[in-house]
């Protein structure tokens, strides 16, 4: 906005407060519980003299600690056993010291009894914390693990991981699950034979308003400063439009700082009706890569002139071997402009320009997921001697997805009817002034009684007594905007003029 413009709404509307506040997104009262592996499938982690699990447990509690609620919750899991319960409250507060002595008081677990290590079951785990730690409330879940799951002491791991994965996909309170595989590598004092090169860290979002907070957490690049996997949802979010350019040279298109809000700004004056943007989809299904899928495009939500629909139309119907994190080739988007209002319209004139919001909507259909090569590699230096996890196989849910981009558009007006708005104002606000100025002015009058003549003074809207030579009174003079007029008291029959 120009200076000049500035200073002319300062004239008509005074001064003003511009006030901005920090987002109301994410909900303080998600509280966070770390669930914390203490099976014997994590002996290397405990008795490596070397080992930094428990200060990673300790390290991402920190890091969080300011998303959702300040109380915090540690717990170790493995699978209960008669006594052994799983699982098993550590710490529950916000104090840090008490946290950290309670992270590194954890020990393996034995079943009850016996020598042997306790075995893991992630299902009763992820059960067990939310009913007895939020019943009935949403909170954000940190699984700590070496990503075996092993009820009953299973070797059958790639089984139950897939029946765990069915659970988490199924359970629809479970909005979001990502995962950050961490290297650490550890070996075990006792046995030789255990050893590991890292674990996972799986952030599980029970509820809508964990959700928030972990998408809130997520674009701040939290906790750990790298893109996470995503297990869930994998039927939304798959895409984002990245604009190259314009062939409308009157019209620009952008990303806002969010990456993700497509912004299409043009002039009042070059108002185009269709505007075609050149681009790219990019795949935000990490670490997913896109193999094929049809797609559709459509629009929602756009508030316009006379009701007229904001419409889009894609070059293609079909999108294909998009890697995960990467970019498409060339894609073209036509926008349809519907009418913009009046440069008369108050919300230009006192706005600053005019702003329709909306969303675009693509859909993909037959959609075909395919894990990136790139992950798998990682994957297999972290967990050398454990197929890949099914956690990440995408299933009947990945068939296909929406994804609901936020576009905005922006018309920029000029400032002549601001100036011509303001010119009358200051016109009008002269003329109102220099008006009560001379009505508070007070006139004088010369009334004749009787022919005897004598003089009066009055302002707008008063009156004052006639009298005549004797000092009788005869009636009044009232003056209203005009001029003023005799009013004769009942019964008087004097002769009353106004010189």
Excluded at 60 to 79: C, D, H, P, T
Excluded at 117 to 135: C, L, M, N, R, W
Aim: aromatic share 8%.
């Amino acid at each position: 906005m120009s200076l000049t413009k500035k200073i002319i709404r300062v004239l008509l509307m005074g001064a003003m407060t511009l006030m901005s506040s920090a987002s109301l997104w994410a909900d303080s009262s998600v509280p966070h519980i770390f669930l914390v592996q203490n099976s014997g499938w994590m002996l290397p982690f405990y008795d490596d003299p070397n080992s930094k699990f428990k200060d990673l447990v300790i390290e991402l509690s920190n890091r969080v600690a300011k998303y959702g609620n300040s109380e915090q919750i540690v717990a170790s899991f493995n699978q209960s056993m008669e006594e052994n319960k799983s699982p098993l409250l550590a710490y529950r507060g916000s104090d840090k010291s008490q946290l950290r002595a309670a992270v590194q008081s954890i020990q393996l677990a034995r079943k009850p009894g016996r020598q042997s290590y306790a075995d893991t079951d992630f299902k009763e785990a992820i059960i067990g914390a939310v009913t007895q730690f939020s019943p009935g409330k949403s909170c954000l879940l940190w699984i700590i693990t070496n990503n075996k799951n092993s009820p009953d002491n299973s070797a059958e791991t790639i089984e139950k991981n897939k029946e765990f994965y069915n659970f988490l996909q199924g359970t629809g309170e479970i909005k979001r699950i990502v995962a950050f595989p961490h290297p650490m590598e550890v070996q075990s004092r006792s046995k030789n034979d255990y050893r590991a090169n890292g674990l996972m860290v799986y952030a599980l979002a029970y509820g809508e308003p964990a959700d928030q907070v972990l998408q809130q957490m997520l674009a701040a690049n939290a906790p750990f400063g790298k893109q996470p996997a995503r297990l869930k949802p994998l039927d939304a979010e798959a895409l984002t439009f990245v604009p190259k350019g314009v062939k409308n040279e009157s019209v620009d298109a952008s990303l806002a700082s969010d990456r993700k809000t497509l912004v299409l700004t043009f002039s009042a004056n070059s108002k185009p009706e269709v505007a075609e943007l050149t681009g790219q989809f990019r795949n935000d299904f990490y670490p997913y890569d896109i193999k094929s899928a049809e797609i559709k495009i459509d629009t929602e939500g756009f508030k316009a002139v006379g009701n007229a629909n904001i419409t889009a139309e894609l070059s293609t119907k079909e999108i294909s071997n998009i890697p995960a994190g990467s970019l498409s080739p060339d894609i073209n988007v036509k926008i349809k402009i519907p009418a913009i209002p009046s440069p008369w319209d108050p919300e230009v004139i006192f706005g600053n320009g005019y702003t329709s919001r909306g969303v675009i909507l693509f859909e993909l259909e037959d959609q075909k997921l395919a894990i990136s090569k790139d992950f798998t590699q990682a994957m297999s230096k972290l967990f050398p001697r454990d197929p890949l996890p099914d956690l990440f196989v995408p299933g009947e849910s990945a068939k296909k997805s929406v994804t609901r981009q936020a576009f905005i558009i922006r018309v920029n007006y000029p400032g002549w009817p601001l100036l011509v708005l303001a010119t009358l104002g200051l016109i009008l606000a002269g003329g109102l002034f220099v008006g009560i100025v001379a009505m508070r002015r007070e006139k004088n009058y010369r009334v004749s009684v009787d022919g005897a003549q004598k003089s009066y003074g009055l302002k707008p809207f008063s009156e004052v007594v006639i009298k005549d030579q004797q000092g009788a009174r005869v009636g009044v003079l009232k003056r209203g905007l005009g001029q003023a007029v005799p009013v004769l008291d009942k019964g008087k029959t004097n002769s009353v003029r106004v010189m």
